[in-house]
């Protein structure tokens, strides 16, 4: 079955700087890609997703890239803010599977002002 | 629009008890599903239904776990009887449909197993 392995598990950052968190994925069939955040003590909340017919996609201060040859996406946050620190969960799926999510260990992301 | 509802927010039992978790999802999402994520963990899917029936419960483990959604709108995930391993959060989910459509969580349901 697919798996999908994130790195890193924890990054520290100081404001106004980017942070970087990678994920690679097992199954060649995947073809959608989302990544969630998730503050403390509530759930995950979908912040940009990616689908495989398109390589990059960027919403504000938030991008995703995707590399379907080498099975790996990256999220991409610029000018980090200190409400940006958070647990990032990458995960991945296939349509044929329905909304079936597997997800990463997750990345706790610290942005220190 | 109102989210996913979750009830009780949080349950503190001993094992060896039952619990029950409720879910009422987003009006008009005719998939659900029930996550677990353990503390430090990515959650990782128990079942998912469409309308009332059963797409996927291949992670469930059935012989302590059980789930329904009788009339297609809102969600019972029992444990009995619950074990140490159990504590968790219990995350519900829904979507618009099984394939493409956005998965929106709900705020979880807490679980300590004593």
């Known amino acids: 079955g697919e798996n999908v392995e994130q790195h890193p598990s924890t990054l520290s950052v100081q404001e106004g700087d980017s942070a970087v968190i990678k994920c690679t994925y097992s199954?060649?069939?995947?073809?959608?890609f989302p990544w969630y955040k998730q503050e403390l003590g509530k759930g995950p909340q979908l912040i940009i997703d990616?689908?495989?017919?398109?390589g990059e996609k960027k919403d504000q201060r938030i991008a995703v890239t995707l590399n379907k040859t080498a099975k790996h996406f990256s999220l991409h946050i610029t000018e980090t803010q200190p409400e940006d620190s958070a647990v990032y969960f990458c995960?991945?799926?296939?349509?044929?599977?329905?909304?079936?999510?597997?997800f990463g260990q997750g990345t706790e992301l610290s942005v220190k002002p | 629009e109102a989210g996913v509802a979750q009830s009780p927010r949080y349950k503190i039992i001993e094992k060896r008890q039952s619990v029950a978790f409720w879910c009422n999802p987003i009006?008009?999402?005719?998939?659900l599903y029930w996550y677990q994520q353990i503390l430090g963990q990515g959650p990782k899917l128990l079942i998912q239904?469409?309308?009332?029936?059963?797409?996927?419960d291949s992670q469930l483990p059935k012989d302590r776990f059980s789930a329904e959604r009788l009339k297609g709108v809102d969600s019972t995930l029992k444990i009995q009887p619950a074990k140490l391993e159990d504590s968790a959060v219990y995350l519900c989910?829904?979507?618009?449909?099984?394939?493409?459509?956005?998965?929106?969580f709900g705020e979880g349901s807490w679980l300590t197993v004593v």
């Open positions: 995960a991945a799926s296939k349509n044929n599977q329905g909304g079936k999510l597997i």
């Open positions: 990616i689908r495989s017919n398109v």
């Open positions: 009006s008009g999402h005719a998939t």
């Open positions: 239904f469409q309308n009332n029936g059963v797409v996927d």
């Open positions: 989910a829904s979507s618009l449909s099984h394939s493409g459509n956005t998965i929106y």
């Open positions: 199954d060649s069939a995947s073809n959608y």
